[in-house]
Every structure is written in C-alpha cells, then in structure tokens.
C-alpha cells in the first residue's frame, strides 16, 4: 500500500527542490535577535582567539599595523559592561527609523496613504492598470506595510473589474512593492535605516565618516521608471498570458475608490504638501536660503540633508494632520498621537532586533576585526585586478542569494556592512555606492523568498481566487519580475558607475581615503 502511494507520487522538478532548499536552509536559522546575540558571542571569542594567533594586518593607507583587541581580557570584559547601554542607545538607526515612523504613521492612521494609494490605482485608465499600479508599488513602500495590506488585494480587485485576471494584477503590485523596494521618487523609513547601518560601517575605516539618508536618492529615482517598464513588461510578456482565463472562485469586500470626505482630505493634504515644499524650495533656492550651510552657502552639506529624517517627520505629520482634518478622521490632537503611538506599537520585535544588532556591530569594531577582515579581503581583490562593475554586480548577487535565507533587509545589512563597507572602501569605494549595490540584490530577490515577512500573506491573497495556489505558484509566477529586474537594474548600475554620476546628494562614487 505505502509502495503504491510512493509510486503515485509525481517526481518533484528541479526548481521545486531548489526551492525546497531554500526554505528549509531559511528555516533552520534561528530568530535574528538570536542571531546577533550568537554572533556577538562569536566575536568576542574570536578575538581572543586573533590575540592568541598573532593576527594583524597593515593599513593599506597609513601602514599601520592592525591588532585585534582581546574582549576577553580584563579591559574587554570592563568594555563590555560599560557599553551596553551606550551602544543600543547610540546605534545610529534606532533614532532615525523611531523619528521618520513617528511622522509617517500620523499619515497612515489618518487615512491619507490608503485613500492616496485608492484614488491613484482607481483614476487610471484601462489601459494604464499595469505600469500604475506597480508604480503605486514602488511608491507605497516608503510607508511600511501598506503596500502589502492594502494594494495588492485593491489591484487584484481592480483588474477583475477590468475583466483580467486578479493574479495577474496582485503580481504586478507585489513586483512593484517588493520587487521595486529600493526604487522610489522619494524617501522612506527604510533610508535612515540602511544609511545609520552603513555609516557604522564606515566608521570602522574613518570614524569621522557621516552618510545621510538620502545617500542612494538619486539612483532611487532614476531606478523606479526602470522598474516601473521592466514589472510592465514581465506582466504582459510573461504573467498575463498564463493567467487568461478568468477565475471561478471571488473575492468578498470590494474595496471602493475614495468617497467625497476622503477626496476633500487628499485636497488638503496636496495644498499643505505644496505649501510645505514651497517653504523648503525658499529655504534652498536662495543663495542664501536658511536651510543652507551658514559657513559654505551649500546644499549638499546643509543642515537639510543633515536633517532629512526630520524633513520626512514633517512631510508625514503636516500631510496626515491636513488630511485628517479634511477628511475629518482625525478630530483632536489625541487623535494625531494615537497615530503616532500606534506605529510604535508595531517596533517592539524591531527594538529588540536593534539591541543586539547594536551589541555586534559595536563589538565587531572594537576588536578590530572587520578591519583586519576587510583588509585582507580588499587586498586579494586588489590582486584579482577586478574593474568597478564586476565588483559590484558580484555585490549584487551576494546579496540576492542572501535574501533568500534573510529576509529582513536591515538584519542583512547589520550582518554585512561590517565587512562589505569596510572592504569597499580601502578599495576606494563610497559607502553610498556599496549600499546601493547592496539595495538592489536585497530588492530584486524580495519576491521569489520564502523568508520574506509576507510571503505566507501573498500566497493566501492569490488563494482567493487559485484556492490551490501555492508556494510553487507564487514563486513561478513571480520570478520572471526577479530574473528581469536582476538584469535590467545590474545594467543600469554598472551604466551609472561607468558615468562617475553621484549616487545621491553629497554621495561621490569614491571614497579618497
């Protein structure tokens, strides 16, 4: 009976045992709080056992003789209860993701992303579904979750209503949310994030080293019409034809377009937004603006570059607030810090995250390691003699087989930055530029892993309507947007590199050492 029931079994494919790897490889790793908190272990042990082996290595800068600090030693065990504290409460992500969420969550609770991301998807035309709705993709995911909760069932609906089939229009989304997450017009939580870790990161090689938040804006920007084309492209060349019957299973709650109230708050919020960008364009402008370096006149080392975590705090607070009083959600201030509170009350997991992350990182550069690490790595590539662009791109596909078995992109990030930037830069490479190469590989693979935090809830929205969807039909109906984005956007990396164009404001391609 067994052997009948083995026998009738169909032979797995290539692909799905690939992927039987990866999700087994993913779930043996343990929590990454735990992960951190294990490596953090494995650091300290570490250096005494480089102290015991006599590993150094000379600066390829100074020459200098690199040694590891020994965390074990009276000193370090003194540094390691003295800097607990200090090092969680200084990690310089912690404060900028808390400010930036404050701000933005004001404008989710107050209901203007969800109307905002409604009435864009709602106003296109029949025509223009698939390259607006993966643009409200990429735009949405500057405001955490909403991209996943709110537009990707509101595109599966939108394009039932157009007579398509909802699966192809909830790909499309999740291509541009998750697909395109490091492609967008403008800033997000995510940016102060990355660009803390990264400047800890770089703080290893030059401690003076700062990287602002808006490090990869400029190749954000000129990335989300490339990916805008590209999920375009895959939709119609490769989703839509093996989705052209329409489904017998529906979907219960349709989602409607903004009533009257919510297109009288998305009024408000357009006017206050203007008047907002307006005082910043006065402050900028002018020669001399006041949102300018009082010393230099500059922009590009202004107190508003410097603050941009503030300037996505006021975007957030002065769009929500005005909406919410157009579209009368919110009506007293208690209101305003219940939104606020709220986005907090979603950082629990991530604070703890944050702790431990802090202690690795802070450990990490205490002993010396990652630079010893990074030297003897930045020296047998310097004997490869490899160019720019195959560097990067080898970044890229690092990153985008480590996004299989790590989803979360900060915990990635933590984990590689330490050794990556580093490395990059006694090569002569910007931190900014690292971090974008990064950003890329950690987007492009976002829609094909299992490890990714949502990608149970993706398999139950295509449920709906293929109720034997599942792992298998979501990852071969999403990695046509992986494999073209992979290509599409290492092209338009190693073009940029090519160009010497700056990766952002203040952001040189070079680090000069």
């Not at 951190?36 to 056992?49: D, E, K, N, Q, Y």
């Not at 403008?186 to 938040?213: C, F, H, K, M, W």
């Not at 933590?414 to 580093?422: C, D």
């Amino acid at each position: 009976m067994s052997s009948t029931t083995s026998d009738a079994r169909p032979a797995r494919s290539l692909t799905d045992r690939f992927l039987h790897i990866v999700e087994v490889g993913g779930n043996a790793l343990p929590h990454p709080a735990t992960l951190f908190a294990l490596l953090t272990l494995c650091v300290v042990v570490g250096s005494w056992l480089a102290v015991q082996l006599g590993i150094t290595a000379a600066h390829p800068a100074t020459g200098e003789i690199i040694r590891p600090v020994d965390l074990l030693s009276r000193e370090g065990v003194h540094r390691l209860l003295t800097g607990l504290v200090p090092n969680f409460t200084g990690f310089a992500p912690l404060g900028a993701v808390l400010v930036s969420l404050i701000g933005i969550g004001v404008a989710e609770h107050s209901g203007l992303i969800g109307a905002a991301l409604r009435r864009l998807v709602f106003a296109a035309p029949t025509w223009a579904l698939t390259p607006v709705v993966v643009f409200a993709g990429v735009m949405s995911n500057m405001a955490s979750e909403i991209g996943y909760v709110l537009l990707i069932p509101l595109a599966g609906l939108m394009f039932q209503g157009a007579g398509r089939h909802p699966i192809v229009g909830m790909a499309a989304a999740f291509a541009g949310v998750s697909g395109g997450y490091s492609a967008n017009l403008l800033l997000g939580s995510i940016d102060p994030l990355l660009s803390g870790l990264s400047q800890e990161a770089a703080r290893v090689v030059d401690p003076a080293y700062t990287v602002n938040a808006a490090a990869n804006w400029y190749f954000m920007m000129a990335s989300t019409p490339l990916v805008v084309a590209i999920g375009t492209w895959v939709t119609q060349r490769f989703v839509a034809p093996r989705f052209a019957s329409l489904p017998e299973a529906q979907a219960d709650g349709a989602i409607a377009p903004p009533d009257a109230m919510e297109r009288r708050g998305l009024r408000w919020a357009l006017v206050a937004t203007l008047a907002l960008s307006g005082a910043i364009a006065w402050g900028l402008l002018p020669a001399d603006g006041f949102l300018r370096n009082t010393a230099s006149g500059g922009v590009l080392d202004s107190p508003f570059l410097q603050g941009i975590v503030a300037v996505i705090f006021a975007y957030g607070v002065v769009a929500g607030v005005a909406y919410g009083i157009g579209a009368r959600t919110l009506r007293s201030d208690a209101d305003i810090v219940r939104g606020m509170g709220q986005s907090m009350s979603t950082l629990g997991t991530y604070i703890v995250l944050v702790f431990f992350a802090a202690q690795f990182v802070a450990c990490f550069q205490w002993t010396q390691l990652g630079l010893i690490l990074a030297v003897k790595l930045a020296g047998l590539l310097q004997a490869l003699h490899l160019p720019a662009i195959p560097l990067f791109i080898g970044l890229v596909a690092i990153t985008a087989v480590a996004n299989l078995f790590i989803g979360s992109a900060s915990a990635k990030w933590a984990l590689m930055a330490p050794i990556f930037v580093p490395m990059f830069m006694l090569l002569g490479y910007s931190p900014e530029l690292v971090q974008a190469g990064y950003r890329i590989g950690d987007s492009v693979t976002n829609i094909v892993s299992p490890m990714m935090s949502y990608f149970a809830l993706i398999i139950a929205f295509f449920q709906r309507y293929e109720p034997r969807a599942g792992l298998g039909t979501l990852v071969s109906t999403m990695l046509p947007y992986s494999i073209a984005f992979a290509i599409g956007w290492s092209v338009l990396f190693a073009i940029w590199i090519a160009l010497g164009l700056p990766i952002g404001p203040g952001a040189p391609l070079s680090y000069p050492g």
